[in-house]
């Protein structure tokens, strides 16, 4: 019989536990378990409806994780998970049944398959790995079904986990670190400033420029998020609240092309009424994408992350930028 050790990071104690074989068990070029793919078709919404920029209370709703995942720790290996039975250390932003990528590393080193201390630091909003395998300043790179590892700089605690995502976790530069880390205690001091009220410096779609955008709930995905919390997709809905934006086409999409699930809505119009870009998306005009976060990360040096925009959590961006691609 197989017995590991459990490092407990709240006592600092130790027990003995046999890890279920069907979880954390340790692999060589393993990966995740193929899920069903879904018979859902696309579903577009046009906002206003009759007035009003809810949407109807029969929307679609986003899938359990329940396929075998795997995360990818360097000098360790790879490691199967069963997503089912993972708890969150955020339920102020998760529902049941839904988690974050970094719930798994707590989930995996609470069974034993690795040693993991963290806490959660009130000026950065964040949990920080303190150290993983007596390593320090771990970082991670991850992407959905479909898609490719990216450099991120989004926090690891809000990433929604979904079947088929990737997770990746490398050392990084004490420069990095400092950088990253430097950007979520910004944010934090501009929730501060604006007493607790996320006011977003700076907003482009397209040519128009807007600035000390305030974002309020709207409470699109419960499914998914505890009421209250704020997503990417809130600050195109405030900025409509605000009548700054006249019209909107959403589309729920449970899969595209090789990428299921998906379980997410798409923006595919914003009419703001300056002329530019207001039409519906299509694959022969183009569409629109999106990014947010710190300046010091813009692009694809960490805020252009393919996160759907009605799962992005926001706690407090510097910007937030869409542009419409051909």
């Given at each position: 019989?197989?017995?590991?050790?459990?490092?407990?990071?709240?006592?600092?104690?130790?027990?003995?536990?046999?890890p279920?074989?069907?979880?954390?068990?340790?692999?060589?070029?393993?990966?995740?378990?193929?899920c069903?793919?879904?018979?859902?078709?696309p579903?577009?919404y046009?906002l206003?409806?009759d007035?009003?920029?809810?949407?109807p209370?029969?929307?679609?709703?986003g899938?359990?994780?329940?396929?075998?995942?795997?995360?990818?720790?360097?000098?360790?290996?790879?490691?199967?998970?069963?997503?089912?039975?993972?708890?969150?250390?955020?339920?102020?932003?998760?529902?049941?049944?839904?988690?974050?990528?970094?719930?798994?590393?707590?989930?995996?080193?609470?069974?034993?398959?690795?040693?993991?201390?963290?806490?959660?630091?009130?000026?950065?909003?964040?949990?920080?790995?303190?150290?993983?395998?007596?390593?320090?300043?771990?970082?991670?790179?991850?992407?959905?079904?479909?898609?490719?590892?990216?450099?991120?700089?989004?926090?690891?605690?809000?990433?929604?986990?979904?079947?088929?995502?990737?997770?990746?976790?490398?050392?990084?530069t004490?420069?990095?670190?400092?950088?990253l880390?430097?950007?979520?205690?910004?944010?934090?001091?501009?929730?501060s400033?604006?007493?607790?009220?996320?006011?977003?410096?700076?907003?482009?779609?397209?040519?128009?420029?807007?600035?000390?955008?305030?974002?309020?709930?709207?409470?699109?995905?419960?499914?998914?998020?505890?009421?209250?919390?704020?997503?990417?997709?809130?600050?195109?809905?405030?900025?409509?609240?605000?009548?700054r934006?006249?019209?909107m086409?959403l589309?729920?999409?449970?899969?595209?092309?090789?990428?299921?699930?998906?379980?997410?809505?798409?923006?595919?119009?914003?009419?703001?009424?300056d002329?530019?870009?207001?039409?519906?998306?299509?694959?022969?005009?183009g569409?629109?994408?999106?990014?947010?976060?710190?300046?010091?990360?813009?692009?694809f040096?960490g805020?252009?992350?393919h996160?759907?925009?009605?799962t992005?959590?926001?706690?407090?961006?510097?910007?937030?930028?869409?542009?419409?691609?051909?």
């Amino acid at each position: 019989m197989l017995i590991l050790t459990l490092m407990l990071v709240a006592g600092g104690a130790t027990v003995a536990c046999e890890p279920p074989l069907s979880e954390g068990r340790a692999t060589q070029g393993v990966t995740a378990g193929e899920c069903p793919p879904s018979q859902t078709p696309p579903q577009s919404y046009y906002l206003p409806d009759d007035g009003s920029w809810e949407l109807p209370p029969d929307t679609p709703t986003g899938r359990f994780p329940s396929c075998e995942g795997t995360v990818t720790i360097e000098g360790l290996g790879d490691f199967i998970f069963n997503p089912v039975e993972i708890p969150t250390v955020r339920p102020d932003v998760f529902t049941p049944g839904h988690f974050s990528l970094f719930d798994v590393l707590v989930d995996l080193s609470s069974k034993g398959w690795f040693t993991m201390e963290y806490h959660y630091d009130q000026n950065l909003g964040t949990h920080i790995i303190d150290q993983l395998d007596n390593r320090v300043n771990w970082w991670y790179r991850a992407h959905y079904a479909g898609a490719w590892y990216e450099l991120n700089a989004f926090r690891m605690d809000l990433y929604p986990y979904k079947d088929g995502t990737g997770i990746m976790m490398r050392q990084q530069t004490d420069e990095f670190m400092g950088t990253l880390y430097n950007s979520f205690a910004s944010e934090m001091r501009r929730l501060s400033l604006n007493q607790g009220r996320v006011v977003i410096p700076e907003v482009r779609i397209g040519p128009a420029v807007y600035t000390n955008v305030p974002v309020s709930a709207h409470d699109v995905r419960t499914d998914v998020f505890v009421p209250g919390t704020l997503t990417a997709l809130d600050v195109l809905l405030s900025l409509a609240d605000q009548d700054r934006i006249e019209r909107m086409k959403l589309t729920w999409y449970a899969s595209i092309g090789d990428a299921d699930p998906v379980d997410s809505f798409r923006v595919e119009q914003i009419d703001d009424g300056d002329g530019f870009f207001d039409d519906e998306a299509s694959p022969e005009t183009g569409g629109w994408v999106y990014e947010s976060g710190a300046r010091d990360f813009a692009g694809f040096k960490g805020s252009h992350i393919h996160i759907p925009v009605d799962t992005r959590v926001l706690v407090s961006p510097e910007y937030m930028m869409w542009y419409w691609l051909n």
